[in-house]
């Protein structure tokens, strides 16, 4: 897939860490390091951090759908979080499941090797 320069990572997911592993037709991955500035009060994987990783695959997942000329944004988005993570690395696959003229339905998941950590459903809408 041909990919235009600098559409990949914004400022925010370098901040947090992002990795684009994979991307195809409606599908990207997404790795992030579990690094201390990420962690709550608590020593886990802040949840906010999880949704940012989240909002990025399905943000990459939608724009390798529709094309990357064309700009979408989050409609709404809504996580389960499943099991608490301290260190190590995350991965996220996000799935275009219908991909219309003006709205993108997307799931993703967050793995930490096999375990599933979150999973996440979101509307995009194309602008």
Not at 48 to 63: P, Q, T
Not at 64 to 80: A, L, M, P, R, W
Not at 83 to 104: H, K, M, N, T, W
């Amino acid at each position: 897939m041909e990919i235009p320069e600098g559409v990949i990572q914004s400022a925010f997911s370098q901040l947090l860490g992002c990795r684009l592993l994979r991307l195809e037709q409606g599908v990207a991955e997404v790795a992030m390091d579990v690094a201390p500035h990420l962690h709550n009060r608590g020593g886990k994987l802040h949840g906010g951090a999880i949704f940012s990783l989240v909002d990025n695959a399905m943000g990459l997942a939608c724009s390798s759908s529709h094309g990357f000329d064309q700009q979408s944004v989050t409609v709404e988005c809504k996580i389960n979080y499943l099991r608490p993570v301290s260190d190590g690395e995350v991965q996220c696959i996000a799935r275009v499941l219908q991909a219309g003229r003006r709205i993108l339905v997307v799931e993703a998941e967050v793995h930490q090797g096999d375990k599933l950590v979150a999973k996440a459903q979101g509307t995009f809408a194309a602008l």
